[in-house]
């Protein structure tokens, strides 16, 4: 049909054909891709413009501006503050006693758990433990799951598992960190 198509147009007609397309096509990723971003920066132009002529707006702005610093600024504090009341709830003891409640609700068994030496930071003390678990596969994680989800301050450093000593079961070797502020020194 196309070679039809060819023998029956001249080559001139064939040309206008192309032309038209090649419009066609231009025409629509203008509109698609540049006509909304060059009247974005056109009102931004505007914009600009009528700042300069008011001053009074470039002078409230200025102190929006110095506000909402203030503001966030403010808002840093109340969120250093509470999250230092945060990490002080958190304490080994505490943590130690939730990692038994998430295995009894996960039915997996805590096979040990040692402490590691802490890393003295300048803005947190790192508090690892060693911790050795069995269960079934799903139940590991589904307890992974619940430590990851308690507001602890905690973090997994790494895990591995193994095949367990019976059938379907697993043992999964896990140091997990317990963040708390730093000791206050004199």
Avoid: C
């Amino acid at each position: 049909m196309l070679n039809e198509l060819s023998k029956n147009l001249t080559p001139r007609m064939m040309f206008l054909l192309l032309l038209a397309g090649a419009v066609l096509i231009l025409s629509t990723g203008y509109s698609a891709w540049f006509k909304k971003p060059i009247k974005e920066y056109s009102l931004l132009e505007n914009r600009f413009t009528e700042m300069q002529k008011n001053p009074s707006d470039l002078a409230g702005a200025e102190r929006e501006t110095l506000n909402l610093r203030k503001e966030i600024a403010d808002l840093n504090q109340q969120l250093t503050a509470i999250g230092r009341e945060v990490l002080k709830g958190a304490r080994p003891a505490s943590v130690i006693a939730d990692l038994g409640v998430y295995a009894k609700q996960h039915n997996v068994q805590v096979a040990g758990i040692k402490p590691a030496a802490e890393k003295q930071g300048k803005l947190y003390t790192e508090v690892p433990f060693n911790v050795e678990l069995s269960g079934a596969y799903g139940q590991l994680f589904k307890w992974v799951y619940s430590l990851e989800h308690s507001n602890k301050p905690l973090f997994i450093k790494e895990f591995s598992v193994m095949a367990g000593s019976d059938e379907g079961n697993r043992r999964m070797q896990l140091t997990l960190s317990l963040i708390q502020p730093p000791e206050k020194e004199g």
